[in-house]
């Protein structure tokens, strides 16, 4: 009691030296900031520099955001950001905020964050003398039989005084009277009741009442008193007061219990009788919380609840009951409710902090929030758990006294969850079990993690050839899964390549849109495919890549005639082509032979004869070759122009034409006439027709010679046949091999050479086509040593007939191999006519 009153002491001194300072400031053991207050400082008054003693820097609180963490302690004190004092916000009234409890603290966490740190601050609040001590009332009735004796005591009704401490020590004091004096009973709780003490014999007849005033002075400095008038009646004999059936009660009732329940019923006894046994009992108090709270039966002492009890508002009740009898005699007994707790609150969460956007490449670990938890239960009741019921890769775990932090428990994804709905769920221990939920957005921010993508590894575009230059063929797309910045992609194409004209001479990209142009005109048959790789790049810091294949196709055009190697344009058009009178119908007559450089359905042609007349031949509009369409006549024409038109299957369709001089006749002297006719054509050959006209009177004797010995050599007459054998001697000449190289090989199989003789025997009506050899020379077709070709003519005639017919056979061979080279477009055309018979 003594260091009570020193400490009182000392906190007066201070109050009257600095009114608006705080009294004294203390450190605890647990960590705590502890202050200690007094009530009723004025708004604005400094508690102390909450900055200094929590050794924080000044000019950091603003950007750490530096604040107080409660819905109630913000209500009475502010802290400055500029010089981080605690100031008083509001008037606090310790009456209020503690009732008469003790001790009166009030507690707060301050929060300041980057990084994340709670202080928790404990302020005592220091009780001044601000309340008198009051009475119930304002006057008490005393009713005293005439018989009473000296030295009897009548409780009286205390005073209650607000304060605590020192300020709630009340002495009593009388008024100045001969019948009475003034005593005091402690009760068991240490509280002190005023008793009047009859000193001196009351005579009704003398004096019937008395009239005295009872003065209630607490301890403070300075000290407040209250009064009351207590007016004693003196009335007929009463001697026996109420007693209760019990010195205190005490009960303990749940807070959930229903409003009008009866939680007690005091009793007491009156062994008078009549109006005097006759008790009445009610509160003898004057506390709000109390008469708002219970009720009590006056008649039979039955006390029950007036509303709703709440632990976490009162916990303990206490309670003076009167018993009062009809005479007027009271008695007084105690009466403690205590309030059992039950789990009635569900926790409370709230997000003291939340960092959102986090980076998707945010370490394991990584805070994103900072929940505040509270549960207003006490116990198990009051203890709380948390944790999140999704499946995110976040996790909770305890940080401080009602703190839990969210914490990055998995690597994050943005580009498969770009944010998250976290299911915080706080329970608490009680039972039942009470639990509240809060969801939490957050975000999650990109990082440039993915590479651009094509939707293929390779891609096809098909341009057709002599294109416009500089347009568009062909368009490609990357997909980054990324976002903003990081998901603009730029495309290039790759400088690496193999061929010698740099890529960049036919091909470009536009960067932004990977539209794909031309740079110049294509051309089929001399680029039919570009391999180029396409690069997309993104935006981001680093910048990733991918790429792609892009295989550009140059589509054909029919941009090429069709070009005839047989007859060749080079010969002179007055070569002819002699077809016996006795063809039959169908037979072979020459082959038209032409290629197309260009390719596919463009490279196919076709082969059609021009003729205003009709014509005794036809063609064969696939291979080209000339056939008879009947039998000749007498009367058709021995001479036939034929115009050949070859056309390609392009659209629009390309063509070329040649001539061919037809001679129909059974030996060449027939065709004389027409040929001399034309002697001015034939007369740069002079030279040869004189070795001709020599050759032609060789072979004429040395035919009829065989004629002789064959006629003596039979037995019998055999009657030969006019026929006409095959022609062996190659009709084309030969073709420049670099001409050939320059088309397609779609259109003849090349490396082959076509060897075409023209046959004169109806029966004999194929082309022979020469196996494929490189660079043979046309002379070496025909072999003089070949058995076969010779047995092949001579297999229905005798030994000596055959031997007799090879000997014209021989002349011709070796006219034909002096002549050929030198004068083989003429010599080709007109060795069938000079030779009189067919060579094999």
Known sequence: MKMLWKKKKQGLRWHVIFPFLFSWLCHSVSGQIHYSINEELRKGSIVGNLAKDLALNIKELSNRKFRIVSRISEKYFSINLDNGNLYIADRIDREILCEAAADCVLTFDVVAENPLNVFSIKIDIQDINDNPPTFIHDTVRIEMSEYTSPGRR?????????????????????????????????????????????????????????????????????????????????????????????NFYKVSVKENI?????????????????????????????????LQTFIINPENGEIKTRKLLDYEVTKNFEVSVQAKDGGGLAAHVKVLIEVIDENDNAPEISITSLSTPIAEDSMLGTVVALLEIRDQDSGENGEVQCLITDEVPFQAVSSASKFFKIITKSNLDRERISSYNITVQAS????????????????????????????????????????????????????????????????????????????????????????????QSFDYEQHKE???????????????????????????????????LYPSPE??????EMVPWTSEQGSLVSKVVAMDAD??????????????EPSLFTIDQHTGEIRTLRVFQEKDTVKHGIVVLVKDNGIPSRSASVTFNIVVALNFQQVLPELNSQSGKIEPQSNLQFYLVISLALISFIFVLTVIIAVVTKCKDSKSNTSFGPLSTSLYPQIDPRFISQFNPGTLPLPYSYDVCVTLDPSEREFAFLKPQHNVPVDSLIDADDPGIVNESLQNSSPAENLISQVPFIVLFVFYYVFYWKHKPIFCNCIPYLSGSPII
């Open 428 to 519: 608490d221990k009680g039972s039942p079990e009470m639990t509240s939920r809060i969801v939490i957005q957050l975000d999650v921010s990109d990082i440039n993690d993915n590479a651009p993508v094509f939707e293929k590894l390779t891609y096809t575009a098909f341009v057709p050839e002599n294109n416009a230059q500089g347009a568009s063929i062909f368009s490609i797309q990357a997909k980054d899964m990324d976002r903003g910045d990081n998901a603009k992609v730029f495309y290039s194409i790759s400088s690496k390549n193999k061929q010698e004209t740099p890529l960049s001479n036919y091909i470009s990209i536009n960067p932004v849109t990977g539209v794909i142009y031309a740079q």
């Open 258 to 290: 229903p409003v009008n329940s009866t939680i007690l019923q005091v009793s007491a006894s009156d062994e008078d009788e009549g109006v005097n046994a006759q008790i009445t009992y009610s509160f003898s108090t004057m506390a709000n919380n109390i």
């Open 599 to 612: 390719s596919g359905h463009n490279a196919w042609l076709s082969y059609f004869l021009q003729s205003s």
């Open 154 to 246: 009548f409780v009286l009704q205390k005073a209650e005084d607000l304060d605590v401490g020192i300020n709630s020590l009340i002495s009593y004091r009388l008024s100045a009277n001969e019948h009475f004096m003034l005593g005091e009973e402690t009760g068991i709780d240490g509280s002190v009741f005023p008793e009047l003490i009859l000193e001196k014999s009351l005579d009704r007849e003398t004096e019937s009442k008395y009239e005295l005033t009872l003065t209630a002075i607490d301890s403070g400095k300075p000290a407040q008193s209250g009064t009351t008038i207590i007016k004693v009646v003196v009335t007929d004999f009463n001697d026996n007061v109420p007693i209760f059936t019990q």
């Open 571 to 576: 010969v002179d058009s007055s070569i002819f």
């Open 530 to 564: 570009f391999n180029i790789q396409i690069i997309a790049r993104d935006n981001g810091s680093p910048s990733l890549n991918g790429s792609t294949t892009l295989r550009i196709s140059v589509v054909d055009q029919n941009d090429n005639s069709p070009v005839i």
